[in-house]
């Protein structure tokens, strides 16, 4: 009998692999998910801009603060000046339309990423995570082919029109929501949210002031009701949603979550984005059925014929391969960067390194008071300073419990006297922070001198660790 070489084990094993991984990727969907989650996403994306415009968000937060917080690399972005701003919104809400309508989509779509990415960098004090979301999510609708169907751009051009799209870019958008939700499960697992039960606590505490079951809501059981099922939902959402047999029950979990969300939180777009967005882990032809369930009730074709992994995709072709590079290369940078708080000594939630863009979401309650003391040696005179008297309140808020900001201010007070003639001044702050309920302590040394401290990357020896314990009383 004759035997097969070993060595050809591998190689047979490889090519399986590789035509695997190539009909995951490249295999034909419907394109009707795609169309789905291009008006859903240009809509929301015109409604934010219409609260903007509507609630003066535009000036309250971009026109009227004299003071603006950079993230590291980007202290160049600021602005516009005078009705500027304006037009940038309009811009933006433009954009967002032509989206949601598929009109001229290869040019609205890169608009509508640096409009709003140009504005989530404006100011450090704005930063949410949806924001942050909103900002992957708009680059990567660049490079998707949402336009060739159901849109202006296929009636004024037949020939782009497409019923079906490669299966990565369903996964890509899968993936791209779904990394928020692990990661923000990853994150509830420390001491505070697990053992403590807060800040979920401290939030459910107002509606224990609403008769006639207001009480309930401080009973243990339902608060870790709250902490256990939102743990367990971040973790698990994203894989019972891709396994049929469950996905209806993870759907239903997941749509009260963000219910929840939306009347506990004030969270603006983020629940009714990450609502829409279930639809991604259903099948990619789930709109057309149900459009054709409204127009053609007794239509059943199917749009993308059967194939075999086979037969779609015998083997990766070099723009395939590019295209596949590059895939991993954004998702490897996706389930990195958000681990880099690691790197960092202490807690994040309180020394706040490596915090942004790192989906902690709603983990924290923090309260701070900061006053700083300007001093010029040469002539001796002291200048005790209040945030208040510079900032707005949200700015007030934020800069006082983040310690990059805090450095941020000290250098903007030093560059004010240094322009009113004072050289060598020094600025130091004190900073009582309360995390999650606890007693107040220092959050940096007050004998620093902030304006001889540089924003960096490296961990800040200047932030003074958290030792105030969260204790059974504080947390109950």
């Not at 701003?85 to 339309?97: D, N």
């Not at 609708?141 to 299966?167: G, N, Q, Y």
């Amino acid at each position: 009998m004759q035997t097969v070489p070993t060595q050809q084990v591998p190689t047979t094993a490889k090519a399986s692999l590789l035509q695997r991984l190539c009909g995951a990727l490249f295999t034909p969907v419907d394109i009707s998910f795609l169309v789905a989650f291009r008006i859903l996403f240009g809509g929301i994306m015109l409604w934010e801009v219409y609260r903007y415009f509507t609630h003066g968000w535009i000036a309250r937060y971009f026109v009227e603060p004299a003071v603006t917080f950079s993230y590291y690399g980007f202290s160049w972005v600021k602005p516009w000046p005078a009705r500027g701003m304006y037009i940038h919104f309009f811009v933006l809400g433009l954009a967002a339309a032509c989206v949601m309508l598929g009109f001229v989509y290869r040019i609205a779509a890169p608009i509508l990423f640096l409009t709003f990415t140009y504005s989530f960098l404006l100011d450090q004090t704005r930063y949410l995570n949806h924001f942050y979301l909103v900002c992957l999510i708009s680059f990567l609708m660049c490079f998707l082919p949402a336009e060739r169907a159901f849109s202006v751009d296929v009636l004024l051009r037949r020939k782009i029109r497409s019923d079906v799209v490669p299966a990565w870019t369903l996964w890509l958008l899968r993936a791209q929501v779904g990394i928020p939700y692990f990661y923000g499960g990853i994150a509830k697992l420390n001491s505070d949210w697990i053992h403590g039960g807060e800040p979920m606590r401290s939030w459910l505490r107002p509606f224990t002031r609403i008769p006639p079951l207001g009480h309930v809501f401080a009973a243990d059981w339902v608060v870790y009701s709250f902490v256990i099922g939102g743990l367990l939902l971040d973790l698990l959402v994203v894989p019972l949603l891709l396994w049929r047999r469950t996905r209806l029950f993870a759907f239903v979990a997941a749509v009260l979550f963000n219910l929840t969300n939306a009347v506990i939180f004030d969270i603006g777009i983020f629940p009714w984005m990450m609502l829409g967005s279930l639809m991604l882990f259903f099948s990619p032809d789930l709109p057309r059925r149900i459009a054709r369930s409204f127009l053609d009730p007794e239509s059943s074709q199917a749009t993308v014929p059967s194939t075999t992994l086979a037969q779609t995709c015998p083997s990766l072709t070099g723009s395939q391969k590019i295209v596949a590079a590059l895939l991993a290369a954004y998702l490897a940078f996706q389930f990195i960067f958000p681990l880099r708080h690691y790197l960092y000594p202490g807690d994040v939630s309180w020394t706040e390194e490596g915090h942004n863009f790192s989906w902690h979401m709603k983990l924290r309650t923090k309260g701070g008071e900061a006053v700083f003391t300007v001093t010029h040696p040469p002539s001796g005179k002291i200048w005790t300073i209040k945030p208040q008297d510079y900032l707005k309140s949200h700015q007030v808020t934020k800069m006082s419990t983040k310690p990059e900001l805090i450095l941020q201010f000290g250098h903007y007070l030093a560059d004010e006297k240094r322009r009113e003639g004072y050289d060598n001044v020094e600025v130091r702050a004190h900073v009582m922070v309360s995390l999650n309920g606890r007693q107040p302590q220092l959050l940096i040394d007050p004998n620093v001198d902030l304006a001889k401290e540089q924003v960096s990357l490296l961990p800040a020896r200047w932030i003074v660790p958290l030792t105030t314990p969260l204790t059974s009383r504080q947390a109950k």
